[in-house]
């Protein structure tokens, strides 16, 4: 009795002396571990507990209580950390709000998500980037541009002209500008055509002597001269510029008091070849020429102008027959034709254009005893804000301090009706400068016209004149059916 009395306390004191509250030969079996979520409890909670043998062990922080005190499952400490176990999660905290716009620090204004809008030229639009909405905007370059404008502006002492913004540009690209209100491809071909001399070689000479001339007021042309047309947002100026040439050279050798009406662009732009042509992005000027002569033109009345508005050439509405044809190459007068407007209209056809020399000589004298002439320029994104004054081609120092704006040109035919001189105000000597009639209407520049110093932008290397006649006029009036 004595023996079985000390090995219980033996085993007792063993027991006290192992400090873990699980004996360790206990196998520790999930209990916290196997509870369905929360696993562990916040404070005390009576109800988070696991079966342990015949009695019950808890999973919250409340079970440990001291070494000796503790009712704390035996996966407690690796389950729950021995730490404050966090409140079981009700629901997922709400995601930040969605920012559905963007704001424009250049106008103040708020845009929403997808929307989008034009800042000057550039179409912008709302968009996402990440977590984050942003603007994304082009960045062409555009016609009205503030810091062009700017730089003419302060640069107009030395460059002698000034610059203005204009309406019809709002909102347009440079690239779409030199594409759709210029429209002649160049063509160094025309340089090699046969040029047309000087009837009397004292006039030419003569000619370095006049100083001033100008087709519009002179008393043997006044009234017969064309105004100023528009061509819209459609790059015709290699028709525009040959059909306006013919109509003052014909009206000019008819010697009447008033001009005729406008030789119709429309029939040259549809009825040409499509190989003259690039739609409403520009055409070559020796095809219009050689239609005119091959072909004849009807008038703007019998063919009216209709590509600047539609942006787009249509099919041609006026046809000749191959008997027609060979009438016009033997000067006979045409039958059965039909104006597309079924109204009342004039047939003409011209001989064949030639080439002007290239020097102001030979071109004031061509203007002086035989009429307007045709002349194609190089054109720079400063031209389209021409104002007043004598145009110099002033881009390159602008594309020097702008790369951007480097290499952005294109050609444009225009007439040339006269001359006159001014004061150079960079030298203060006397300069000379041509007038020339622009198709741009009578809100730009002069009223539609615009003069430029003899020999800028190559306005001098590809001029194109007729006679004006080789045939008889040929008229038919087309009644109402």
Not at 25 to 37: L, M, Q, T
Not at 275 to 293: L, P
Not at 406 to 424: C, F
């Amino acid at each position: 009795m004595t023996r079985l009395l000390l090995v219980t306390i033996l085993i007792s004191l063993l027991l006290n002396i192992i400090d873990c509250r699980y004996a360790e030969w206990e196998e520790i079996k999930p209990y916290c571990g196997a509870r369905p979520n929360p696993q562990c409890c916040i404070s005390r909670d009576d109800d988070c507990f696991m079966p342990y043998y015949d009695s019950r062990c808890y999973c919250d922080k409340f079970c440990f209580r001291g070494i000796d005190n503790h009712d704390c499952c035996p996966d407690h400490d690796a389950v729950c950390g021995g730490e404050s176990p966090q409140p079981p999660p009700t629901r997922p905290p709400p995601p930040p709000p969605e920012i559905r716009s963007c704001y424009d620090s250049a106008t103040g204004r708020q845009y929403q998500l997808g929307q989008s809008f034009l800042q000057d030229c550039n179409l912008c639009r709302c968009i996402t980037l990440g977590y984050q909405t942003t603007l994304s905007c082009e960045e062409d370059l555009c016609v009205n541009s503030p810091d062009l404008l700017s730089y003419v502006n302060n640069q107009q002492p030395y460059l002698g002209w000034k610059a203005s913004t204009y309406d019809k540009f709002n909102g347009v690209k440079v690239k779409d500008a030199l594409k759709h209100y210029l429209g002649t491809i160049q063509d160094r071909s025309l340089r090699n055509m046969v040029d047309n001399a000087p009837d009397d070689p004292n006039d030419y000479y003569r000619m370095e002597d006049v100083h001033a001339f100008d087709s519009r007021t002179h008393p043997n042309y006044a009234g017969k001269i064309l105004g100023i047309r528009d061509q819209g947002k459609c790059g015709i100026s290699w028709a525009l510029s040959t059909v306006d040439v013919a109509s003052d050279r014909l009206s000019l050798v008819q010697n009447i008091k008033q001009r005729n009406e406008p030789l119709s662009v429309q029939n040259v732009l549809s009825c040409t070849d499509n190989e003259a042509k690039d739609g409403c992005d520009g055409g070559r000027v020796a095809y219009a020429w050689g239609f005119i002569k091959d072909r004849g033109v009807v008038t703007e009345g019998c063919y009216p102008y209709e590509s600047g508005t539609t942006g787009n050439i249509t099919e041609c509405k006026f046809h000749l027959s191959d008997s027609d044809l060979q009438n016009i190459a033997q000067h006979r007068k045409l039958s059965n034709i039909r104006c597309p407007s079924r109204g009342n209209g004039d047939h003409f056809n011209f001989g064949p254009a030639y080439r002007v020399r290239d020097e102001p000589l030979s071109i004031k004298y061509e203007i002086h005893f035989r009429g307007p002439v045709q002349a194609t320029m190089r054109v720079t994104p400063e031209f389209f804000l021409y104002k007043s004054g004598v145009y110099r081609c002033g881009g390159s120092s602008y594309d020097h301090q702008n790369p951007r704006y480097a290499n952005l040109a294109a050609y444009h035919s225009i007439r040339l009706l006269g001359w006159g001189t001014s004061i150079d105000p960079r030298t203060q000597q006397q300069e000379s400068y041509w007038i020339a009639a622009n198709s741009w209407g009578t809100g730009w520049g002069e009223n539609g016209y615009f003069h430029i110093h003899f020999g800028e932008c190559e306005i001098e290397e590809t001029v194109i004149a007729t006679y004006g006649k080789s045939t008889d006029v040929f008229k038919r009036k087309n009644k109402r059916q």
